[in-house]
């Protein structure tokens, strides 16, 4: 800049002096015309290179929306004092999410829960056109009365997917005006409390709900279920002695966590994923044991697209509830992979109810099951003769590739389960094998004895992993 | 090496696809390569475009070659299934080390061309550009013009700075603008109002404090150009407000008020001690300001009575108060009578000059001059103001 300055300058000066000195001769203005060209195109070039272009701000929304959502939310709203044209920018966020980040942070809990308030009011007030997305989940938040203002708020936007998660110190109540959002897609609440009102008619788009340590009736429960004709993922968790009765038509993903005292599927055709999380407590357990009916029947009944079960702690066990009714056991033909954790190779009827699942599932490939035995408690081995008389022989796992069995004590149950999957798996390539911590002294006669077994399957590895 | 031995190399079967950019360039582009970009895909097949140099596939007005390059080497790369993740972070990280301009133009084609990983990779660097900056780091980043007023920048959310001194000249301009509004009510002078003050308190803080720097304190003082006068606030914001949305209107007018007024709100993020510390100092500064005043103003005014016609000192453009406060503050400081007061105001335009402080008009200060010059109670003619003074 200063070199074309004094350069168009010294031009200037020039062409004053030969204006001088040929005062009529020359035009003037042809002077004036190169030396205003000059100074232009400099000018121009040190504009371009200095000043740079601003190709930020004529991006169109949708960029800048997903620019402005990857930075938090409080950042996003400062760059309103950027320029004039991102002054309103941010108000036309349409995913907003507010976490704890929004306030500065102080010792006082009533004083950051203040500036959250503020914050998010202000926001919202000053927010312009629709909004998609709406999450909160704030420690400091408890059961404020602005919650139920920003929620009627949301309902009037038509918001899509909604995301409360608040603290563990109250309960929060949810206001009626939650109910009436009526294309609320994706529902997640944590620690609230809920009471569908009864002229509530269902979510008519909800596909995606998430329940965590909600306190609500069962009933409104199952209500709340049948009235979403196209639920595909539920999520329960921390539900406490709940007997469920799961209709659902269109659902696909279940992830189930509680203390749950009956589970029944009933109407849920469809579904392809499943994972169970069961807390019993003695009196349940009692419960289970006068029970009669068959769980596995209500459970796994009527799930033929199953494609992946997983099940954790006592859900063998809750399966292993019930007599059989004789019904025929449905063939999973879309099943393949099992997850079973935490499974007593003490009991014989939970080992009844694996080997009952994985005989159903043709197309079975990779299985992991995890172990609750201990070698105290197993010393003897009875129905060990179950192995070779009942168990029947002709079955062969055609696509299982992966086994993974953890938590192993050497029980005989257990090992004779090994050595049935061995000799009945002739695609098997890799048998991961882990010792329990507990034992440390019948590792070598357990390795012993792996060693023996026969295999199917010339590729199979088995790695016995200690740590 | 005979040609028996030499070994038969397959050509490698590549097709190509035709493309043509928005500036009519047409060029000629692997095909799985280009395939990975969902719109291109779409024209291919569905449309059957590409496959002839007559019927290219005419990409958005977005991609120009340059950045067609780019895109076809981000999607050569992620096409081939063989890499790791690792190794894709690693190459996505050295791709978008870019200058600024072209990552705008990156992202902007890649959305033109429906390539959401892209779009979502650019972006991520573009956010990782702003987080946590200050606003003049990210002027500076984007080439962002500054051209916000003070007012603007503070309302409508009072989430940007702490400084005590901008809390301080909210406080004391509250002040000063009670007390003006009442001393207006007492005289009911009719007078011309002036044109709007270019300049607000910062500027004359910075001079009073003699230049001490304090950036914060003058924030963007220096680059304001279009900065209006504080007369009227709520006038001010909502004819900012261009769509006129009368919510939005009220909204912005009740929180910019509230921030003058609602010195309650500012006093609860200090802490006592500070309080009281910046009470004074707002004492001190008010009691400098209004020393000398009070009498000066009566004596202009009185012998202003008569000769009206050009009297354009204010009372309502508060701001313009401050400057002449300001101003003959500086020259009464110095001495009272004579040819000294030449010199100062020789000296003050040489202030002004180096700070680069906005000239005030000349006509004012000479009337000023001639009134302090002469004796206090001599009416003043009004000579012709357009030229320089003539010192006698």
Redesign the interface.
């Known amino acids: 800049m200063p070199l074309s300055l004094s350069l168009s300058l010294s031009l200037i000066r020039a062409s004053n002096e030969e204006e001088k000195d040929r005062r009529r001769s020359t035009n003037p203005e042809v002077s004036f015309f190169f030396v205003f060209h000059f100074w232009y195109f400099n000018l121009k070039l040190c504009m371009d290179s200095i000043l740079g272009q601003d190709v930020i701000s004529d991006l169109p929304q949708s960029i800048v929306e997903t620019i402005l959502t990857k930075i938090p939310i409080r950042d996003a709203v400062r760059t309103s004092i950027l320029s004039s044209k991102w002054r309103y920018k941010w108000a036309n966020l349409t995913h907003l999410v507010f976490d704890d980040r929004c306030s500065s942070l102080y010792n006082d809990k009533g004083l950051v829960e203040g500036n959250l308030v503020k914050f998010i009011t202000r926001f919202l007030f000053l927010h312009d056109g629709p909004i998609h997305m709406f999450t909160l989940s704030s420690t400091y938040l408890q059961g404020s009365p602005y919650i139920d203002q920003w929620l009627l708020f949301l309902s009037r936007k038509d918001v899509k997917e909604l995301v409360i998660e608040l603290g563990d110190r109250g309960w929060f109540r949810a206001p009626t005006c939650l109910f009436s959002c009526r294309k609320l897609t994706r529902l997640e609440l944590i620690h609230c409390e809920l009471d569908p009102p009864p002229s509530f008619k269902g979510f008519l788009s909800l596909k995606c709900l998430v329940l965590q340590q909600v306190y609500i009736a069962p009933d409104k429960v199952e209500n709340l279920l049948s009235s979403c004709p196209l639920l595909e993922s539920l999520t329960l968790s921390y539900f406490d002695s709940f007997a469920l009765s799961i209709c659902a038509p269109n659902l696909k993903y279940l992830c189930l966590e509680g203390e749950f005292k009956d589970i029944r599927l009933e109407n849920t055709p469809l579904l392809i994923f499943v994972s169970v999380s069961m807390y019993m407590t003695d009196d349940t357990a009692e419960h289970f044991e006068q029970s009669t009916s068959c769980n596995f029947d209500k459970f796994l009944g009527g799930v033929p697209c199953l494609q992946r079960l997983i099940g954790y702690i006592y859900f063998t066990k809750y399966l292993s509830v019930g007599n059989e009714l004789g019904k025929l056991p449905i063939t999973y033909s879309h099943l393949k992979i099992v997850q079973l954790y935490e499974v007593s190779f003490e009991d014989m009827k939970e080992i009844l109810v694996v080997l009952r699942l994985i005989l159903n599932s043709p197309i079975l490939q990779e299985l992991q099951i995890s172990s609750s035995s201990n070698t105290s408690l197993a010393t003897e081995a009875t129905d060990l003769d179950f192995w070779e008389n009942e168990c029947p022989s002709d079955c062969t796992f055609r696509l299982l590739k992966s086994v993974k069995i953890a938590d192993i004590s050497g029980v005989p149950h257990e090992m004779e389960f090994i050595k049935f999957l061995l000799r009945n798996s002739p695609v098997l390539e890799v048998m991961s094998i882990i010792p329990s911590t507990c034992v440390t002294d019948g590792r070598i006669n357990m390795l012993i004895e792996l060693l023996r077994f026969r295999r199917a399957s010339a590729e199979a590895e088995i790695t016995f992993i200690q740590n | 090496m005979s040609e028996g031995t030499m070994a038969v190399v397959k050509p490698e079967m590549k097709s190509y696809i035709w493309v043509q950019t928005a500036d009519g360039l047409i060029q000629q582009v692997e095909e799985e390569v280009a395939m990975f970009c969902p719109m291109i895909c779409r024209e291919v097949l569905q449309m059957g475009m590409g496959s002839s140099k007559n019927c290219a596939v005419a990409l958005p007005q977005r991609v120009n070659p340059a950045i067609l390059g780019l895109i076809l080497d981000y999607c050569r790369f992620h096409q081939v299934s063989g890499h790791s993740n690792k190794e894709r972070k690693t190459f996505d990280e050295k791709f978008v080390r870019l200058d ?2 072209k990552l ?2 990156l ?2 084609a890649a ?1 033109s061309l429906q390539l959401r990983p892209l ?2 990779l650019t ?2 660097a ?2 990782r550009m ?3 900056k200050t ?1 003049e780091e ?2 500076e980043t ?7 007023t003070e007012e ?2 503070l309302e ?2 009072r ?2 700075t702490d400084d005590p001194r901008i809390r301080l000249l909210n406080r004391l301009y509250a002040r000063k603008r009670r007390e003006l509004r009442e001393r207006e009510q007492l005289k009911n002078v009719e007078v011309e109002e002036e044109h709007g003050d270019e300049r607000s308190v910062d500027d004359l803080l910075s001079f009073i404090n003699g230049g001490n720097g304090d950036s914060k304190g003058v924030k963007g003082t220096k680059t304001k150009k279009k900065s209006r006068g504080r007369k009227d606030q709520l006038r001010g914001c909502s004819s900012i407000n261009e769509n006129g ?1 009368h919510k ?1 209107d009220s ?1 912005v007018g009740t ?1 910019s008020p509230k921030l003058e007024l609602d010195d309650g709100d500012i006093d609860d993020e200090l802490d006592p001690a500070m309080k009281e510390e910046l009470d004074r100092e707002v004492e001190d500064f008010a009691r400098r300001l209004n020393c000398v005043w009070p009498e000066r103003m009566q004596k202009i005014l009185t012998s202003g009575q008569e000769s009206r016609r050009r009297l354009p000192i204010p009372i309502t453009g508060t701001g313009s108060l401050k400057r002449y406060t300001a101003k003959f503050l500086l020259l009464d400081m110095t001495c009272k009578r004579g040819p000294f007061y030449f010199v100062t105001w020789m000296m003050y335009k040489l202030i002004c000059n180096v700070s680069k402080i906005h000239q005030f008009l000349v006509a004012e200060e000479v009337y000023f001059l001639k009134q302090v010059w002469t004796s206090d109670n001599d009416p003043v003619e009004m000579t012709d103001f357009s030229q320089p003074i003539q010192l006698e």
Do not use: M, Q, W, Y
Request: hydrophobic residues 35%.
């Open positions: 600024t301009k705008c133009e992202t902007s959305d779009v979502d972006s991520r573009l956010a702003i987080e946590g606003p990210i002027r984007f080439n962002l013009p500054d051209d916000l603007e920048k409508p959310l989430n940007i949305k939005k909204a929180f």
